[in-house]
């Protein structure tokens, strides 16, 4: 784009230099002045065509070297394993439905509380003082299953053994289960559900008490090993 315009620059150049040697040129043995004047003239085109000429080389040296970058950064993300495609700015659905969720990661509170709204909603909760007392109970149950989280997995790094795995395993269900019974009392007592709204809860609430980010990081590094067993099983039985 840029040596496109300095060509039409310098063309423009040319063409005012032509006409300015035409109508200051003079036939022969006319004024001297007047020849003055046209040398004067010519001259500064062939400045001004000299110029434009530099300005053209000038923008095709710097075009050619922003190429040179970026073939240079394609080059380097290759060798790192990289796609060039990928570093393309992604839409947040998109990134945050491939992201897996990593041992001890939390949830910021302001996000908790804004999550609880729409599950309250849902939940067609509409007293201010009810609203303000579940998501009390709510946010409470919530960072007590992330810090059985963060237990979890500091506990499983200490653990190789088969028969340790399993019991911290099933301690860690107990301790979240025990979480979830105890905070579903509390909303029952202090009547801020009733018995149906209860259930609808405990189905908007399913993830959190499924398990923790630990269990779902644990799921997705055991993915590759299981599709790996799956297919040495179909071959064998081919």
Same mark, same amino acid.
């Given at each position: 784009?840029?040596?496109?315009?300095?060509?039409?620059?310098?063309?423009?150049?040319?063409?005012?230099?032509?006409?300015?040697?035409?109508?200051?040129?003079?036939?022969?043995?006319?004024?001297? &002045? +007047?020849? %003055?004047?046209?040398?004067? /003239?010519?001259?500064?085109?062939? =400045?001004?065509?000299?110029?434009?000429?530099? @300005? !053209?080389?000038?923008?095709?040296?710097?075009?050619?070297?922003?190429?040179?970058?970026?073939?240079?950064?394609?080059?380097?993300?290759?060798?790192?394993?990289?796609?060039?495609?990928?570093?393309?700015?992604?839409?947040?659905?998109?990134?945050?439905?491939?992201?897996?969720?990593?041992?001890?990661?939390?949830?910021?509170?302001?996000?908790?509380?804004?999550?609880?709204?729409?599950?309250?909603?849902?939940?067609?909760?509409?007293?201010?003082?009810?609203? &303000? +007392?579940? %998501?009390?109970?709510?946010? /409470?149950?919530?960072?007590?299953? =992330?810090?059985?989280?963060?237990?979890?997995? @500091? !506990?499983?790094?200490?653990?190789?053994?088969?028969?340790?795995?399993?019991?911290?395993?099933?301690?860690?269900?107990?301790?979240?289960?025990?979480?979830?019974?105890?905070?579903?009392?509390?909303?029952?007592?202090?009547?801020?559900?009733?018995?149906?709204?209860?259930?609808?809860?405990?189905?908007?609430?399913?993830?959190?008490?499924?398990?923790?980010?630990?269990?779902?990081?644990?799921?997705?590094?055991?993915?590759?090993?299981?599709?790996?067993?799956?297919? +040495?099983?179909?071959?064998?039985?081919?």
């Amino acid at each position: 784009m840029r040596i496109a315009l300095a060509l039409c620059v310098l063309a423009l150049v040319l063409v005012c230099g032509s006409n300015l040697s035409a109508q200051r040129g003079v036939p022969a043995g006319g004024n001297p &002045g +007047k020849n %003055k004047y046209k040398q004067s /003239g010519e001259k500064q085109a062939k =400045e001004a065509q000299k110029r434009a000429q530099e @300005a !053209a080389r000038k923008a095709e040296q710097e075009e050619k070297e922003a190429e040179r970058e970026a073939e240079k950064a394609e080059r380097e993300e290759r060798r790192a394993g990289k796609d060039p495609e990928d570093t393309a700015e992604k839409a947040p659905e998109a990134e945050d439905s491939e992201k897996i969720p990593q041992p001890g990661e939390t949830v910021k509170r302001a996000d908790k509380d804004a999550q609880i709204d729409k599950w309250m909603d849902e939940l067609k909760l509409t007293d201010s003082t009810l609203r &303000g +007392k579940f %998501k009390t109970l709510a946010r /409470g149950a919530w960072e007590d299953c =992330e810090k059985e989280d963060k237990r979890y997995y @500091a !506990a499983l790094k200490k653990t190789d053994d088969a028969e340790g795995l399993k019991k911290l395993g099933t301690e860690h269900k107990d301790n979240l289960a025990k979480t979830w019974t105890e905070s579903d009392a509390a909303t029952t007592k202090d009547g801020l559900l009733d018995a149906k709204q209860l259930e609808s809860w405990k189905k908007l609430s399913e993830q959190l008490r499924a398990g923790t980010n630990t269990d779902r990081w644990l799921a997705a590094q055991s993915k590759p090993a299981e599709t790996e067993k799956k297919e +040495k099983k179909e071959e064998s039985e081919d």
